[in-house]
Antibody
Framework: EVQLVEFGGGLVQPGGSLRLSCAASGFTFSSYGMSWVRQVPGKGLAWVAYISDSASTIYYADSVKGRFTISRDNAKNSLYLQMNSLRAEDTAVYFC???????????????WGQGTLVTVSS | DIQMTQSPSSLSASVGDTVTITCRASQSINVYLNWFQQKPGEAPKLLMNAASSLRGGVPSRFSGSGSGTDFTLTITSLQSEDFATYYCQQSHDIPLTFGQGTKVEVK
């Protein structure tokens, strides 16, 4: 069974940093690209970033480009999101997600973690 | 970026009703259109990809259609467990973009 567990969320001041982690199990992690998707409480879904299986391809939403860094450690079956220069508008539940297929241009998030809440506030 | 517009933003329905949600893309996305269901406090669940391909375990009362820019999600004989928020999402281009959601509520 595919399992994704996010952790690392919490309260951080504007301008601060936070690192989210996502522990994957139940599948060959190194064979799949992965994404982060966020959701402001009570609002819609917004894709944040994508990293390919080998980390050779990385994409970001414009809203986080230059501030967030997605990375992975295939030996540890883990996905990360380093968030710097955080703003109030980054407050959201952050989900890690695995796509429905392997290989290039497989982006559709099929398996999701339960999410971790990041609150940016003074 | 490809903009995804859903309508309506909310609707009220009763068990047994047929419900239709539409999603329009700002440019052609072929059939790179996915539908998600989300219940409060839960992660989204992928119902359908490629516009009309039902994922495993999803009841056959859910169906999808469309290509290019216009898509629909239809739920026939609505069940109590179907009251939720539904999102469309395009996977044609990066950045991946979602519709704003359609909340299906109890009438």
């Amino acid at each position: 069974e595919v399992q994704l567990v996010e952790f690392g969320g919490g309260l951080v001041q504007p301008g601060g940093s936070l690192r989210l982690s996502c522990a994957a199990s139940g599948f060959t992690f190194s064979s799949y690209g992965m994404s982060w998707v966020r959701q402001v409480p009570g609002k819609g879904l917004a894709w944040v970033a994508y990293i390919s299986d080998s980390a050779s391809t990385i994409y970001y939403a414009d809203s986080v480009k230059g501030r967030f860094t997605i990375s992975r450690d295939n030996a540890k079956n883990s996905l990360y999101l380093q968030m710097n220069s955080l703003r109030a508008e980054d407050t959201a539940v952050y989900f890690c997600a695995r796509p429905d297929c392997r290989g290039a241009k497989c982006y559709t998030p099929e398996h999701w973690g339960q999410g971790t809440l990041v609150t940016v506030s003074s | 970026d490809i903009q995804m517009t859903q309508s309506p933003s909310s609707l009220s329905a009763s068990v047994g009703d047929t419900v239709t949600i539409t999603c329009r893309a700002s440019q052609s996305i072929n059939v790179y259109l996915n539908w998600f269901q989300q219940k409060p406090g839960e992660a989204p669940k992928l119902l359908m990809n490629a516009a009309s391909s039902l994922r495993g375990g999803v009841p056959s009362r859910f169906s999808g259609s469309g290509s290019g820019t216009d898509f629909t999600l239809t739920i026939t004989s609505l069940q109590s467990e179907d009251f939720a928020t539904y999102y469309c999402q395009q996977s044609h281009d990066i950045p991946l973009t979602f519709g704003q959601g359609t909340k299906v509520e109890v009438k």
